[in-house]
């Protein structure tokens, strides 16, 4: 999720990068909501307000961050821009980021994206990306000016929440011993098909928070295919509207039906009304299955990575890796 301008403007100055805190938190959400209403105005989209995100969630971003969670200020010692930077094992990616709209054109933006380039090259990753607007022309020529080239959509399909007759097998129900060499497991699955990767952050601030669950295929002890999903809120104040899908690894294509049941009733056990999956558009055998299974396309977004630390999906499996929080 990334805003950006490309008019110039004089340069003023700003102190910068910061580690964020969950004490930046209010001021966070003000700014995203400001810079991110007013690029869908700049887009046509005049009566879109863009609603400031569950502060639970940005305690999570924030967490999963740590000192790659960066922002800006300005004289007055306000918020002006952030890069929240994540690091998955050899996974690096950007999101949010964004520059508020009094701070656009001063080259703001370019000195964000190559704290958080940098931030990433200093930990030695091997994918450095990000996602945005594909409609955004100049949000896409500004990031290919810093490096970036595009790669595939990331559609965002939804299934319905249904009731499945099979027993879900979740993480949060394992014994604490148990849990953990399954936690080990699904790092040994995930490193099997995408070397360097590691989710186990992810999986243990989401456990430790209260955001979802890990829902688990197969053996626990060595799951054939695992799913991080969160259920909370994503917008502050709203019930929750989706069991979201933030990484989903299986070591076979062919079982993505079955997951996706799993998922559909885990949704339905929890009041959830539908499950969102966000699809890259390397796979697709498994998106002609979600279309089969009733999927619906809800949104896409344009994947850009940086020449050089371009990701490339497994020969075999799937893992499907989501660079939003």
């Given at each position: 999720?990334?805003?950006s301008s490309r008019t110039w403007r004089p340069?003023?100055?700003?102190?910068?990068?910061?580690?964020?805190?969950?004490?930046?938190?209010?001021?966070?959400?003000?700014?995203?909501?400001?810079?991110?209403?007013?690029?869908?105005?700049?887009?046509?989209?005049?009566?879109?307000?863009?609603?400031?995100?569950?502060?639970?969630?940005?305690?999570?971003?924030?967490?999963?961050?740590?000192?790659?969670?960066?922002?800006?200020?300005?004289?007055?010692?306000?918020?002006?821009?952030?890069?929240?930077?994540?690091?998955?094992?050899?996974?690096?990616?950007?999101?949010?980021?964004?520059?508020?709209?009094?701070?656009?054109?001063?080259?703001?933006?370019?000195?964000?994206?190559?704290?958080?380039?940098?931030?990433?090259?200093?930990?030695?990753?091997?994918?450095?990306?990000l996602e945005t607007m594909p409609r955004t022309?100049?949000?896409?020529?500004?990031?290919?000016?810093?490096?970036?080239?595009?790669?595939?959509?990331?559609?965002?399909?939804?299934?319905?929440?249904?009731?499945?007759?099979?027993?879900?097998?979740?993480?949060?129900?394992?014994?604490?011993?148990?849990?953990?060499?399954?936690?080990?497991?699904?790092?040994?699955?995930?490193?099997s098909l995408m070397p360097g990767y590691d989710?186990?952050?992810?999986?243990?601030?989401?456990?430790?928070?209260?955001?979802?669950?890990?829902?688990?295929?197969?053996?626990?002890?060595?799951?054939?295919?695992?799913?991080?999903?969160?259920?909370?809120?994503?917008?502050?104040?709203?019930?929750?509207?989706?069991?979201?899908?933030?990484?989903?690894?299986?070591?076979?294509?062919?079982?993505?039906?079955?997951?996706?049941?799993?998922?559909?009733?885990?949704?339905?056990?929890?009041?959830?009304?539908?499950?969102?999956?966000?699809?890259?558009?390397?796979?697709?055998?498994?998106?002609?299955?979600?279309?089969?299974?009733?999927?619906?396309?809800?949104?896409?977004?344009?994947?850009?990575?940086?020449?050089?630390?371009?990701?490339?999906?497994?020969?075999?499996?799937?893992?499907?890796?989501?660079?939003?929080?």
């Amino acid at each position: 999720m990334t805003t950006s301008s490309r008019t110039w403007r004089p340069t003023r100055p700003v102190d910068g990068p910061l580690v964020a805190t969950v004490a930046d938190i209010a001021a966070l959400n003000e700014v995203f909501s400001e810079a991110f209403s007013d690029r869908y105005r700049r887009d046509g989209m005049v009566g879109v307000r863009v609603p400031p995100l569950n502060p639970a969630i940005w305690r999570y971003a924030i967490e999963d961050a740590g000192d790659g969670a960066m922002l800006w200020r300005d004289e007055r010692k306000r918020i002006v821009a952030f890069n929240i930077v994540h690091r998955s094992g050899a996974e690096g990616w950007m999101g949010p980021l964004c520059v508020r709209p009094d701070y656009q054109g001063t080259g703001l933006g370019t000195t964000i994206v190559r704290a958080g380039m940098a931030w990433l090259r200093k930990h030695e990753v091997r994918v450095m990306g990000l996602e945005t607007m594909p409609r955004t022309v100049d949000n896409i020529g500004f990031y290919s000016a810093l490096g970036f080239v595009p790669g595939p959509l990331t559609i965002t399909l939804t299934v319905d929440a249904a009731a499945d007759s099979r027993p879900l097998q979740l993480l949060s129900r394992l014994s604490p011993l148990d849990r953990e060499h399954t936690v080990l497991a699904c790092r040994a699955l995930t490193q099997s098909l995408m070397p360097g990767y590691d989710f186990t952050k992810e999986i243990d601030l989401t456990e430790r928070f209260s955001l979802g669950e890990t829902l688990l295929l197969g053996d626990p002890a060595n799951p054939s295919g695992f799913a991080l999903c969160h259920s909370a809120a994503l917008v502050e104040g709203r019930a929750r509207e989706e069991l979201r899908v933030l990484k989903l690894v299986l070591a076979d294509r062919a079982d993505m039906a079955t997951m996706v049941r799993a998922l559909s009733d885990l949704a339905k056990r929890g009041g959830t009304p539908r499950v969102a999956i966000r699809m890259q558009g390397y796979y697709g055998e498994a998106y002609r299955m979600l279309i089969a299974l009733g999927a619906r396309v809800r949104w896409t977004d344009l994947r850009m990575s940086v020449h050089g630390w371009d990701e490339r999906p497994p020969a075999q499996g799937l893992v499907l890796s989501n660079w939003e929080i």
